[in-house]
């Protein structure tokens, strides 16, 4: 038997396979960033920080200052 925290992981996993093509650009950022903001923050970072447009249908991820949590940010075309 799995533990929930190996479904959670492998549903994520199917998750972001199932979205990712070819032409998918992922901007990964190497700094720390106050991961506790909501979508308004993050898509303010995406803007200023990665150069990019949030909207654009990117990932952008970010990770906290321990590096112990990562949040990704993508837009389908309806919805963050």
Not at 10 to 36: C, K
Not at 39 to 56: K, T, W
Not at 64 to 70: M, R, V
């Amino acid at each position: 038997m799995t533990s929930r925290s190996e479904r959670c992981r492998r549903g994520f996993v199917v998750a972001v396979q199932s979205y990712l093509t070819a032409a998918t650009r992922i901007f990964i950022g190497l700094d720390a960033v106050d991961v506790r903001c909501q979508i308004d923050g993050l898509a303010a970072i995406c803007r200023y920080v990665f150069l990019g447009d949030p909207q654009s249908g990117a990932l952008f991820v970010c990770r906290n200052k321990g590096a112990t949590a990562l949040k990704i940010l993508t837009y389908d075309g309806d919805a963050y």
